[in-house]
């Protein structure tokens, strides 16, 4: 969905962190660490990065990467979609500061 959103802003070039180790070496074209099953999962995700110039993948070690953990555990969490770009939520506000990155614009 995050790349989605993004081809929807426009954007031609990406930066993707995760902190599935898994996730980003079947991207990659790795599949020793079993990705095979979660194939239909980056299948999805080919197609949708084929509509950037360039996407550059990296994992993140989930202790340093916080606010995504936070971000995605709170929209596993949502009813509906929202839009956290201008104003993210509340509960998500404390991790951003403390992870260096704007609470709010």
């Not at 099953?37 to 994992?59: L, S």
């Not at 201008?86 to 509960?91: K, R």
Request: glycine share 6%.
């Amino acid at each position: 969905m995050g790349l989605e959103f993004a081809a929807n802003l426009g954007y031609s070039d990406v930066y993707v962190e995760t902190d599935s180790k898994t996730l980003v070496d079947g991207i990659k074209g790795d599949i020793r660490n079993r990705a095979w099953t979660i194939r239909p999962f980056i299948e999805v995700i080919w197609h949708r990065a084929d509509q950037f110039r360039r996407v550059f993948w990296r994992w993140i070690q989930r202790s340093t990467n916080r606010a995504a953990h936070e971000a995605a555990a709170i929209g596993c969490r949502a009813v509906e979609l929202e839009s956290w770009v201008t104003q993210p939520p509340l509960s998500l506000i404390h991790v951003l500061v403390s992870d260096g990155l704007p609470g709010s614009a």
